[in-house]
């Protein structure tokens, strides 16, 4: 390791020099808006999304809008003059064609601080100019985020076309590099599709590295999120191996020293360096994304992967300049606006002999004014990052950078306030404490699939419910002399000659008998006290939690879902076990009012039996809900499960054996739901029937229950989920790069059978054509096909009769409205697939935009304004969930007050619903009773009970807290 004291003597130099330099006369309006900015929290928040939504605003009234909308009650202190002139006399509200340019104007000469230039010829000489200082560059095309394939050929052909560009050009730039963003060469980059992206992406980039390396240029690929770190080492690892690039050393990756892994893939990347025998450039970052690893993380449930404490990115980043120093394979790129890591990096190379052209710094354009003479006076190489192109595609780059100038961990912006013992004071990591986690109910995190241990065991649960195919399920009824040759034969949507299990279907006889033995069953199991039912749950969450994948893997197989759709649907099961558990014993303690004198008691009491009829589409999470809350409550319970998906059911009803729960307790009975759902429906001996299916199913369950046979003494109660017709409203000034995404994966994911899929979409104005556009092309990339493999995006939907009428939907659908895309399903596919079918010019009122199809199938809708959008979204008799993309704070608070729908989502998907953080269920025709998953809906499966006492014994009553 370099000595410390050698650290502090060439800080000491480097401070010395940085305080030679003129201060600037008079700061201006930039400089004191980066002071508010730092110390104005709220400014900060409303600036950075303001400066997000100006792109998107081309109509000057609108700009204007948002502007007062984001900083009408803030105290601004800087401001261009012109602007500040204009908003004190109020023009911003009265004359808006006034101010708007001025705000523009405004934006833009922040962006240029940053952003090099808006063309590939502005770039070039700028690189140019900045060559004759002695500094070199590496040029990085700012973008969209690639939603499409057609974007993603977009962009290469953008890349090489910079590369021909600079290499044509008449004064060549001198030791160019390219920085290239991985993700915007393939848009169906996923973690869990490491072999799929890694393949795309080296056929994307290989013809730029090709065109680079004869062009004399270096291409260094920038570090992205961390779901896409594994994939891009791998790709820089496997590429750099190719016979055409072995020996090339103009490439390079860039490194994160904000992650905690980083000291391992160094390590690695040693290791493989030697392997490889030709010098690579490693470029040293702290991290660019560490406010979105963190709050994502954290939403997530998962352990966050950049270091928490600031002072352990800086110790790791030393850590990294050591082994990069040390390695002379290694070509470090010491890439930091943090003098004291600056100082470190010299100190080193002294140390291990490496002259000035073993090594370079790298800054960011806009960042590196002070710094840079301090490097280049010490006749070190220096390479500034100069990221060009629009704002609008440049706006997220943007809005990075004055998070970074405006953070008080960030060393540059804070540098006129410090002294030079607290820039060069060596990191001192505070001592690992272990991460707090908060009390009560948690939801079980998702699979993190970017870790290779949760592939690998997803993978085998697969391969083991593959050696269990065809295998016979019989029923789970005590004394059962099962009638073998009633089955149903459960196959796999994705191949449908698969048969995945073959389950006894239960008959009329062996409803009665499961009703009897329930009503056996009934009184020592409402017996037990809440807290033991609830313990019974857990026990059960925890059994499942343990057998996760393979629950999921028989839902890959039974109902044709994803990896992540499969493994949440088993993550929500588990999540509804655990919280039904912890209202369950939050109810014992509801305290009653007592007074001297009177002593009161309200107690809940279980109903009775329930049917429990749950849908094929979450074949574990609404099944298992609702027979949770159902028993938890203390009643007993028959499940009848979907015709469709028997077999997840029959595992779960296996679990709850093996959990210990008694006989009778609950009964699945696979069958024909027109043969014993309809029976137990009616049936006197029933006290209430859970039900999520279709509006058609549920209302025809109202209608049977409001029927008072005879012997029947209780009034029967029916907790109905049913469909939606949700809309997305797209503002005219939405985020399309975060629509796009949001949009695909609620109406396409799980092929759009969810209840709370969105099926259409209402677009305000003109952003309609640009939305559809790009709509488009994303759902031409999807890859469909069967969902094992977990490449495929798409797999089929749940029937052959559910295909047909889906398609009969799509036939009739396009002679009212324009079919504007309609995907091709695999051609060599035997199973239920269907691509997705976009329609546009729709009429509000068709049967398009106003009945569940259940399916991809996605309707376009245009609105005047934000009000007649509402108007539209409200116009259907469901009211299920609702989305909005908006940028205008009144708009969302307007969609807030005025969109009817039981889950209105702002700003995201509308699918994925958790349990507690959003209880979910909608009201008109999409359902009646409480949320599922929220805290009321056990109160539906109880009777309360109120036991008054007058406690007073001739004129003596004891302590009313007694
Ligand atoms: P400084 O000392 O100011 O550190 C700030 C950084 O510390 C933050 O950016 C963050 O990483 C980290 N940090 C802040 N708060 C923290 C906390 N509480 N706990 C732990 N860490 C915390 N980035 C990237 O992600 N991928 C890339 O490919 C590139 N490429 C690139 C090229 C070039 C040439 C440069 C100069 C920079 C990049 N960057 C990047 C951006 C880079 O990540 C960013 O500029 C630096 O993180 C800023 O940190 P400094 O080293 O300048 O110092």
């Known amino acids: 390791m370099v000595e410390e004291k050698r650290i502090q003597v060439i800080g000491q130099e480097l401070w010395s020099s940085l305080q030679q330099k003129p201060s600037a006369s008079e700061p201006g309006w930039i400089d004191k808006l980066f002071d508010q900015l730092m110390t104005d929290s709220r400014f900060r928040l409303q600036a950075l999304r303001f400066v997000d939504a100006v792109p998107a605003l081309s109509d000057d009234a609108e700009l204007v809008r948002h502007f007062n909308e984001y900083f009408g009650d803030i105290e601004l202190e800087a401001l261009p003059r012109l602007m500040s002139w204009a908003i004190r006399r109020g023009a911003n509200l009265t004359h808006p064609a006034l101010v708007a340019p001025a705000i523009r104007q405004g934006v833009k000469t922040v962006a240029h601080r940053f952003i090099a230039g808006e063309s590939v010829d502005a770039v070039l000489k700028l690189a140019r100019k900045l060559g004759g200082e002695g500094i070199s560059v590496s040029l990085d095309r700012l973008g969209e985020a690639t939603v499409s394939e057609t974007e993603a050929e977009t962009y290469q052909r953008a890349y090489l076309t910079l590369i021909e560009r600079a290499a044509a050009a008449e004064r060549a730039v001198e030791d160019l590099n390219l920085s290239v963003k991985v993700s915007s060469l393939f848009s169906q980059i996923s973690p869990l599709d490491q072999d799929g992206s890694v393949r795309a992406l080296k056929a994307r980039l290989r013809p730029i590295l090709l065109a680079a390396m004869s062009a004399r240029i270096g291409v260094t690929l920038d570090m992205e999120q961390y779901d896409y770190k ?6 820089f690892r496997e590429i750099a ?19 905690r892994d980083t000291d391992d893939d160094l390590a690695a990347l040693s290791d493989w360096v030697a392997q490889r025998g030709a010098p690579v450039m490693i ?23 950049v270091w928490t404490e600031k002072s352990d990115t800086d110790a790791c980043y030393e850590r990294g300049l050591q082994r990069l120093f040390e390695n002379p394979l290694f070509r470090p790129a010491v890439a930091t606006h943090n003098l004291r890591s600056i100082a470190c990096a010299l100190a080193l190379a002294e140390a291990h002999g490496r002259d000035a052209d073993g090594y370079e710094f790298q800054m960011l354009h806009g960042m590196a004014d002070a710094l840079a003479p301090l490097v280049t006076g010490r ?40 002294d030079l013992e607290q820039v060069m004071a060596p990191p ?43 295998e016979r399920y019989p029923l789970h009824l005590r004394r059962h002399l099962a009638v073998e040759e009633r089955i149903i034969d459960s196959t796999n949507p994705a191949r449908p000659s698969e048969i995945v299990g073959v389950v006894v279907r239960a008959g009329p006889d062996d409803a009665e008998l499961a009703l009897r033995q329930a009503q056996a069953a009934f009184a020592s199991w409402s017996g037990l006290g809440l807290t033991e039912r609830a313990a019974f749950l857990e026990r059960t969450a925890e059994l499942l939690t343990a057998r996760r994948d393979l629950f999921a893997a028989w839902e890959v197989k039974e109902a044709g879902k994803s990896w992540s759709e499969a493994d949440g649907d088993v993550a929500e099961a588990v999540d509804f076990l655990r919280y039904y558990a912890q209202q369950a014993r939050a109810l014992q303690v509801r305290p009653s009012p007592s007074l001297p004198g009177e002593a009161n008691r309200h107690e809940y009491h279980p109903l009775g039996i329930g049917v429990i009829l749950p849908p094929w589409n979450f074949p574990l999470a609404i099944p298992v809900g609702m027979l949770s809350a159902a028993i938890v409550s203390g009643n007993c319970a028959i499940l009848k499960p979907a015709s469709e998906t028997p077999l997840v059911a029959w595992h779960f009803c296996e679990l709850l054996r093996v959990a210990g729960l008694p006989d009778g307790v609950v009964c699945c009975l696979p069958g024909s739901g027109a043969e014993i759902g309809e029976a137990l429906v009616r049936d006197p001996r029933t006290h209430f029937v859970a039900f999520t299916g279709s509006r058609e199913v549920g209302l025809h369950l109202h209608r049977l229950i409001t029927g008072q046979p005879t012997g029947q003494h209780h009034v029967k109660r029916l907790i109905a989920e049913m469909g939606g017709k949700n809309a997305i409203i797209v503002d005219s000034d939405a985020d399309l790069d975060d629509v796009v995404a949001g949009v695909i994966e609620s109406a396409f994911g799980y092929q759009g059978q969810k209840c709370s899929a969105c099926s259409r979409v209402i677009c305000v104005g003109a952003v309609h054509d640009r939305f559809v556009a790009r709509l488009i092309e994303a759902a031409r990339s999807l890859r469909i096909g069967d969902p094992a493999d977990a490449g495929n995006r798409m797999g089929p939907v749940i029937s052959a009769s559910a295909r047909q009428r889906i398609l009969e939907a799509i036939e009739s659908a396009s002679l009212t409205a324009t079919p504007a895309y309609v995907g091709e399903p695999p051609q060599s596919s035997e199973g239920h697939f269907i691509a997705p079918v976009i329609f546009t010019d729709v009429d509000e009122d068709s049967p398009l935009a106003q009945e569940e199809i259940f399916g991809p199938v996605l309707a376009i809708l245009r609105a005047a304004d934000f009000e007649d959008a509402l108007r539209i979204a409200n116009g259907t ?38 349990v507690q953080r959003q209880p979910f269920g909608g009201f008109k025709l999409s359902g009646m009773g409480f949320k599922a998953g929220g805290p009321d809906y056990l109160l539906q499966f109880l009777h309360a009970r109120c036991v008054t006492e007058n406690t007073l014994r001739r004129g003596f009553a004891p302590d009313s807290e007694a």
Request: no cysteine.
């Open 877 to 914: 008799a469901y009211a299920l969930t609702g989305g909005v993309y908006s940028r205008s704070p009144a708009h969302l608070e307007r969609a807030s007050e005025a969109f009817q729908v039981g889950n209105l989502y702002l700003n995201r998907k509308t699918t994925r619903a958790l």
């Open 241 to 259: 191996v190719e016979e055409a690039f072995r020996h090339w050393s103009g490439l390079g990756v860039a490194i994160q020293a904000y992650l």
């Open 379 to 418: 006749e070190r190489r220096l390479r500034l990052y100069l990221p060009f192109g629009e704002l609008l595609p440049g706006i997220a780059y943007l809005v990075r950078r004055l998070l970074e100038n405006s953070s008080d961990q960030s060393i540059l912006p804070a540098i006129s306030h410090l």
């Open 283 to 305: 470029r040293l970052v702290r991290g660019a994304y560490w406010d979105q690893e963190t709050v994502s993380a954290r939403l997530q449930g998962w352990p966050v992967p």
């Open 230 to 235: 594994g994939i891009i080492l791998r790709l």
């Open 428 to 470: 001192s990591p505070p001592a690992a404490g272990m991460e707090s986690h908060p009390e009560g109910f948690a939801n079980l995190p998702l699979h993190r699939f970017t870790d290779e241990a949760e592939r690998a065991a997803f993978a085998a649960a697969l391969e083991r419910v593959n050696g269990h195919l065809g």
